[in-house]
Each structure stands twice: as structure tokens, then as C-alpha cells.
């Protein structure tokens, strides 16, 4: 990995502390991190160095999903943090932040790489980046990159300027938009998962595909970031980046040994490939929701309305679900269903194909249930493919059996991990090109509009459930469910097949490593 000096602006945040320091350790456990590496904080509070170390520790052992047990290694890794109080807004902080930057690298021996990580409000990225430009920060023997977080705008036009006033100062290759779900592990994997599968290879398209469900479920609500949320809502929140990257990551036909060029653009295809909503027709296509008291797990919750700060009469949408097609030769005709919100009944981001049925049914054949091809990204890393049985009293029924593939080999890297790590080995396959982020903006854009204008109604739905009953209709018209409450289903399913069949004759096989089975 290239030796670098990582300057944080909102060091004293709580994306810092949750994620930043908790992946750099990891990384530097698994010795991905180059000797010497070097880490300036920034922030307002009056933080010395060793305050600011203390800080970095703590959160290692609040936050970090390994906690550090070595003293040595821990004191190894905290000696590389410096802090320096910073104003954004005032031109002779950055002088002395250079300074800083510069004295470190001279006293660890380093190149003059510099990675500028903005974990603070995007109101702030474009004066930041100028002023690391106007104070020499960028360098000139090493290399820069600026790592942003979201949100990249509140709208297209919002975003258009925002990127403008960063390409005043860095160079598109220079930039990387942090999308974490494209650091999750099983995002990763899914440009593999067709590559690997020539099974899966072939059945990927609209020939076999019937539709294609997408769900980010979660079960916290507003939390306390009322102020930035009621302005968001789900749509800008979860639909227009992580939803979306979800899809294109589906749907891209990647190459074998894709470079990041390769698909980023592939991606950016998906998404000029995908129907725009039509003004005036965005209610027949998006359901929105927002959520009423009720309870999760049992715990009454209030309703969004009456969360704290979020004020009076306030129509923020905490759940959107929306139907869409894409206009190509792999995917036209397959609608595909995509919906996320809070405060529903489980925590789960969840990928659902559901194949086509056989050509000639007949009489009992016709209540066959479909293949499904269902991909947890969250919390669980599992692939099952649900395939039929015949039910072994009644012969004329039906009973699913899933295929597990499941890597549980070793603890898995926390998303943040691998964008960290892939941002500073200049790896910019998992973070989002502008085009991606412009073309986003552009389909969300009449759902913001209709959403404005009242043209969607906002529906209430109780908290701890599956989200308003009107998303149903979106499925229904074409002749289809969502597939959910299938994991009750399945451990009733098991439970049943475990009490029926002999165990000397039940083929178990516990999975090592992915691609191993488990069959249950
Ligand atoms: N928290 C999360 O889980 C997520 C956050 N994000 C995004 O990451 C960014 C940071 O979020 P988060 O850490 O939660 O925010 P916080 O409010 O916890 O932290 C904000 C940080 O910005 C610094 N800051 C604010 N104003 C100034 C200023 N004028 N000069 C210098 N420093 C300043 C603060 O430092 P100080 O107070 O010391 O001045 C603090 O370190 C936001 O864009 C957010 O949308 C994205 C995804 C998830
Ligand atoms: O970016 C965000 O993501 C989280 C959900 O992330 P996950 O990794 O837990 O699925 C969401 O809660 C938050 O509102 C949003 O800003």
C-alpha cells in the first residue's frame, strides 16, 4: 500500500469514531497499512494529541469489530495520530495544518501522498477543497485524493454544484464518493457471484428472470439526526445512492477481471438504461410512507411524528418503495421492486430474484412456487437458492428447500474497512463516478418534484411491521408478491423437515468456505 498521510476533517465526529478509526485499526492489524502511515485530526475542540489518541482508543473498544488486546500493537497505532484545532473556514489554519502534515512526513520518511477523508457536512466540502488548494496542501511530488462522504447534494441541481466547485480543485479520478454499501463484503462479491457461476451466468436475464426484488429493511428510526433527515427522507437518504448502487451492481454485465473504469461504466449504462418517471406519473410507480408508533420486538416506539426534533405536520417520507425497468436487452421486461425504510419489522438488506416458471404448467404443477435466488447482504453474508420438493405425504404439494452457500470462513471486513483500504491504494472500483451520482439524481428527480408537490400520497404505517399496505399494489399489478417473513417461514420449514426425514438419511454438509454447501 502506498505510504500516506491521512488528514481527517470532523476527526472529533461520530462517523469518525464509529467508523473511520475502527477501520483504520483493522487495517492496520491485517497489516494493510504501510509502515509509518500517518493520520492529522481536525476539529474545533480544543483536542491535544493525546486527548485525541485517548479518543481514537475508546473507540476502538466501543466501535472496533475487533477490540484491541495487544497494548504494544494498540500503542503502535495510536502514535500515529496527531490532532490539530481547525477552523474550516479560516485560511491560516490550513497553513499550519500543512505545516503539521509536512513536519510528520519528514519525520516518518514519507512521499507527500496525501488523502484528504471530508467526514464532515457537504456544505463544507467545496470550501475545503479550496482551501487545500490556496495553501499548497495538494502537493506537488505526491499524489492527493479527497474522500467524501454523502450526502453529494440534496438534489441534481444541488449535486451539478457541488461537483462543479470540487472540480475546481481535484480531477475526477482524484475524488472518491463513499457509498458504504458498496464496501459491504456481498456487494463485492455479486460482480463475482455471475463471474464464478456459469450457472448463474446463464440464467441471468430476462429470459429466466421474472422479477428482481431489493429491500433495505431496518428497524432503528430517525435516531438522533432529525435536523439532516427531515430534510432527506428515505428517498434521499437510502434510494438515491444506496438503493440505486444496489441495482446497477445487480444488473451491470461485467466483464471477467472488470477494471474500475470498466464498471464504473457499466454501471453508469444500467443507469442510462433505466425508464424515467414521467412527471405526473410518479404516483402509479412510488409508494411513500412514513412511520406511526407501534413496536419492534415487542418495545413500543414512537411515532416519526413525535420523535424529537422533528417538527409539527412534518410529511418526510421514512420509507419509499418504487417499481422500475431498464430499457436493455438483458432487462427489459423485468420489473424490478425496490423499497427501504425504518422502523420495519427486522434489520435486513436483501436481494430477491424470482425466476420464471416453467413454460407448460399443468394441474397440481400450476401451484408450484417459484425458484427463488435470494442474496442477504445484511446482517447475514448468505446465497439460498429456493428450489421445490415434493412434499413427501401429499404428493400433489409442493415444499421448498433452500441451498445455503454461505462464507462464514473468517470474520468479515466491515465496510468501511475496504473503501478505506481501497481508497488508499487508488482502487476506485467501489466508490460512485460522478456520472453514476449525476445519473442517480437525474431518475430521482421527478420522484423529489411529485413528492414536493403533494402529487404521492404519504402513507402511515405502524412501526415494527412490513411498511404501508399500498407498496403491495406496485407488486400486484404485474401478477407478483413480495417476498417476505420468508425467514419464519423457513424455520418452520425446517423445523418440519428435520421431524420428518430419518436423520441417518438427512445430508448435512456444514459449510468451511463459499461455494461449499449446506444442505438442511
Ligand atoms: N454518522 C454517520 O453514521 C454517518 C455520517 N455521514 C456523513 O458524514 C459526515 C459527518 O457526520 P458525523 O460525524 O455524523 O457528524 P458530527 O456532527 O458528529 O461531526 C461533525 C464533525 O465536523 C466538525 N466540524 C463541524 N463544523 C466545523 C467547522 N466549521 N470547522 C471544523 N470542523 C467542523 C466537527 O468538529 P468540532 O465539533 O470539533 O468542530 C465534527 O468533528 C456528514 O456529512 C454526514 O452526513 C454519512 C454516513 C453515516
Ligand atoms: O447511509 C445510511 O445508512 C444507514 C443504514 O446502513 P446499514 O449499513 O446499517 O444498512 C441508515 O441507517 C442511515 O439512515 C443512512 O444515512
Redesign the pocket.
Known amino acids: 500500500m502506498n505510504a500516506a498521510s491521512f488528514v481527517l476533517?470532523?476527526?472529533?465526529?461520530?462517523?469518525?469514531k464509529?467508523?473511520i478509526y475502527p477501520a483504520l485499526y483493522n487495517l492496520f492489524v491485517d497489516g494493510k497499512l504501510s509502515e509509518g502511515f500517518s493520520v492529522v485530526g481536525?476539529?474545533?475542540?480544543a483536542w491535544s494529541d493525546e486527548t485525541f489518541q485517548a479518543n481514537v482508543e475508546q473507540a476502538l473498544y466501543d466501535f472496533s469489530r475487533r477490540k484491541p488486546a495487544d497494548r504494544g500493537e494498540l500503542a503502535r497505532f495510536v502514535r500515529a495520530f496527531r490532532f490539530q484545532v481547525?477552523?474550516?473556514?479560516r485560511a491560516e489554519d490550513y497553513a499550519q495544518l500543512r505545516e503539521l502534515v509536512e513536519r510528520r512526513e519528514r519525520e516518518l520518511g514519507l512521499t507527500p501522498n496525501r488523502m484528504f477523508y471530508l467526514?464532515?457536512?457537504?456544505e463544507?466540502f467545496g470550501t475545503i477543497a479550496n482551501h487545500i488548494e490556496a495553501s499548497g496542501l495538494g502537493g506537488a511530488d505526491g499524489w492527493k485524493r479527497l474522500v467524501i462522504?454523502?450526502?453529494f447534494g440534496h438534489d441534481l441541481a444541488s449535486a451539478r454544484a457541488l461537483n462543479a466547485k470540487l472540480g475546481e480543485t481535484f480531477a475526477e479520478e482524484e475524488i472518491y464518493r463513499i457509498d458504504h454499501y458498496l464496501g459491504k463484503p456481498m456487494v463485492q462479491k455479486l460482480e463475482l457471484l455471475q463471474q464464478s457461476n456459469p450457472v448463474l451466468q446463464a440464467l441471468w436475464s430476462n429470459h429466466y428472470i421474472a422479477n428482481v426484488q431489493i429491500t433495505a429493511s431496518e428497524t432503528v428510526g430517525v435516531e438522533t439526526r432529525a435536523g439532516?433527515y427531515d430534510r432527506a427522507g428515505a428517498i434521499r437518504d437510502m434510494f438515491q445512492n444506496h438503493m440505486l448502487q444496489l441495482l446497477m451492481m445487480l444488473t451491470a454485465q461485467l466483464p471477467k477481471n472488470s477494471t474500475a473504469e470498466t464498471v464504473r461504466f457499466k454501471k453508469k449504462k444500467v443507469m442510462e438504461a433505466l425508464d424515467p418517471l414521467q412527471q405526473g406519473q410518479v404516483a402509479a410507480s412510488v409508494v411513500r410512507g412514513q412511520y406511526a408508533a407501534g413496536a419492534i420486538a415487542g418495545v413500543p416506539v414512537a411515532g416519526y411524528a413525535d420523535e424529537p426534533g422533528i417538527p409539527a405536520g412534518s410529511t418526510n417520507d421514512t420509507y419509499v418503495a418504487a417499481r422500475l425497468t431498464i430499457d436493455d436487452a438483458f432487462w427489459r421486461g423485468v420489473p424490478f421492486y425496490i423499497r427501504t425504510g425504518k422502523r420495519l419489522q427486522a434489520k435486513s438488506t436483501r436481494i430477491v430474484i424470482e425466476f420464471k416458471p416453467p413454460l407448460k404448467q399443468s394441474g397440481a404443477d400450476a401451484a408450484q412456487p417459484p425458484n427463488l435466488l435470494i442474496i442477504d447482504i445484511n446482517p447475514n453474508e448468505t446465497i439460498t437458492l429456493q428450489l421445490n420438493a415434493r412434499d413427501t405425504q401429499d404428493k400433489a404439494r409442493f415444499r421448498p428447500l433452500h441451498l445455503d452457500l454461505r462464507d462464514d470462513a473468517e470474520e468479515t471486513p466491515e465496510a468501511y474497512e475496504n473503501l478505506i483500504g481501497d481508497a488508499l491504494r487508488g482502487d476506485a472500483t467501489f466508490f460512485a463516478h460522478w456520472d453514476e451520482v449525476e445519473l442517480s439524481w437525474r431518475w430521482v428527480q421527478p420522484i423529489l418534484e411529485a413528492f414536493a408537490d403533494g402529487e404521492v400520497p404519504l402513507h402511515p404505517y405502524e412501526a415494527g411491521g412490513h411498511g404501508p399496505a399500498a407498496a403491495d399494489a406496485l407488486t400486484a399489478r404485474d401478477g407478483y408478491r413480495w417476498w417476505q417473513g420468508e425467514d419464519e417461514a423457513r424455520a418452520a420449514e425446517t423445523e418440519r423437515a428435520q421431524a420428518e426425514i430419518p436423520q441417518e438419511h438427512a445430508v448435512q454438509e456444514h459449510t468451511k468456505r463459499a461455494g461449499e454447501r449446506q444442505y438442511v
Not at 467526514?119 to 457537504?122: F, R
Open positions: 476533517f470532523g476527526a472529533t465526529g461520530d462517523l469518525a464509529r467508523k481536525l476539529g474545533r475542540r481547525l477552523d474550516i473556514d467526514s464532515v457536512g457537504p463544507y462522504e454523502k450526502p439532516y
